[in-house]
Nanobody, 120 residues
């Protein structure tokens, strides 16, 4: 069984910072891409940032220059450093990992979500 456990959400004032972490555990052979998505009330889930096992990153235009994604491959953990937070960043943030267990195929896994609320 594979689990993705997120931590680090909370309430912060506009302009503040938060750091999210997501640790993958269980029977894991390898993880290719890890990422963060978010979903605000009444909106669709959207990609925030993603990072490959080699360190290549991809960001949504709305967070470029403010958020930084990183990962520790040895710990199967991905981080999201969020600076200069805005009220529009308020959402539930979900961790995602595209990983391979014991077989030849990769599967998509999601965390349970962590709430980030930015007050104005």
């Amino acid at each position: 069984q594979v689990q993705l456990v997120e931590s680090g959400g909370g309430l912060v004032q506009a302009g503040g910072s938060l750091r999210l972490a997501c640790a993958a555990s269980g029977t894991i052979f390898s993880i290719s891409t890890m990422g963060w998505y978010r979903q605000a009330p009444g909106k669709q889930r959207e990609l925030v940032a993603a990072i490959t096992s080699g360190g290549s990153t991809n960001y949504a235009d709305s967070v470029k220059g403010r958020f930084t994604i990183s990962r520790d491959n040895a710990k199967n953990t991905v981080y999201l450093q969020m600076n200069s937070l805005k009220p529009e960043d308020t959402a539930v943030y979900y961790c995602n990992a595209f990983l391979r267990k014991l077989g030849p195929f990769e599967y998509d896994y999601w965390g349970q979500g962590t709430q980030v609320t930015v007050s104005s």
